[in-house]
């Protein structure tokens, strides 16, 4: 018999349609469904194609047969992977996939923060242009100015790869240091994240969120930055205390802000649509149709692979605790 697999939320057909040919797939077409409904629908399954859906110690202590979560993204903070070791549940995510789509996009929303263009195209289509002025929509120069990478991982790395073209100097500051020949060959220097933040003109943030990294900017770090700087977020709400940065943007402490991902999304602070000095996306870094393709085919050999099925039986891609393939 077949085991059982839920896909938590709509994903690509063809990728269902491969889970099919090895699992009898309980697939969420619809809207992301209530934890009650994940719980209930989970309780019968071997496995799970996840994105961003919270899967902890209730969902996998209702869930007894339950042996892999695949979750379609390279963050896992929807999983409380404690839970997952104490019921030898495997996790799998869907790193290097996304790297240069999510750093295209974290450039992106830095120019896009620097040179004012969503606020300007807001103008322009209220119909308020009524003349060229020297001194419209003045922004801060991206070529030539300091990068400040917070995080600097394989997307981190991609962004300071593209910072070399613009001809800045990148400052990043990361949980460890990376080797030498690293620094050199993106020419990065490891600094203090206060001197980071007092140095950089455009400070973007590529880390992981976790309990550590919870609040990593908040009003004092805001404080340390430039009056002429920006702030971008494309890793992870609740990295940057979001009431904190409504305020620095309010009140000028800083530039202006891009922001992909919130504290509480989908329903983040409605306070950010007040401001005209923040780019607003709904957390797209990675939304291209080749990378997200890419994602879901990723989660799918974790899944498939995890349950000792296809190629690649017994051996998942990308195991988060690879130590319950042990057991
Ligand atoms: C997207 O946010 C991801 O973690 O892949």
């Known amino acids: ?152 991982g394989r997307i981190g790395q991609a962004l300071a790869r593209r910072a070399a073209g613009f001809d800045m100097r990148v400052i990043y500051h990361n949980r460890s240091r990376l080797a030498s020949d690293i620094e050199s060959a993106l020419n990065a220097e490891y600094v203090s994240k206060e001197d980071l933040l007092k140095r950089a003109d455009h400070v973007v943030l590529v880390l992981p969120y976790t309990k550590e990294s919870h609040h990593t900017i908040g009003a004092k770090e805001i404080a340390l930055m430039k009056p002429t700087a920006t702030l971008t977020n494309i890793a992870r709400g609740g990295i940057v205390d979001d009431a904190a940065l409504i305020e620095a943007l309010r009140a000028k402490k800083i530039a202006a802000a891009g922001i992909d991902v919130f504290e509480g999304e989908p329903n983040f602070n409605p306070d950010f649509m007040l401001l005209d000095n923040v780019v607003l996306t709904p957390h797209i870094a990675s939304a291209t149709e080749s990378t997200r393709r890419a994602m879901a085919n990723l989660a799918a050999d974790n899944l498939i692979a995890g349950l000792g099925e296809g190629p690649r039986a017994g051996n998942p891609p990308n195991p988060i605790n690879p130590d319950v393939l042990k057991k």
């Open 1 to 152: 018999m077949k085991k059982k697999v839920l896909v938590a939320r709509p994903t690509f057909p063809d990728v269902i349609e491969r889970l099919q040919q090895y699992f009898d797939v309980d697939a969420n077409l619809g809207e992301v469904m209530p934890q009650e409904e994940l719980q209930l629908r989970l309780a019968d399954k071997h496995g799970a194609f996840t994105a961003g859906d919270v899967i902890g110690e209730t969902e996998l202590a209702g869930a007894p047969n339950l042996k892999v979560v695949a979750n379609m993204a390279v963050g896992f903070n929807n999983f409380d992977m404690h839970a997952f070791d104490a019921h030898g549940v495997l996790g799998t995510n869907t790193p290097n996939v996304l790297n240069e789509t999510t750093a295209d996009f974290g450039w992106a929303l830095m120019m896009a923060a620097a040179r004012r263009v969503t606020e300007s195209e807001h103008f322009l289509r209220a119909g308020k242009w009524g003349k060229w002025a020297f001194d419209a929509f003045l922004g801060s120069d991206v070529y030539g100015s300091t990068l400040g990478v917070i995080g600097m």
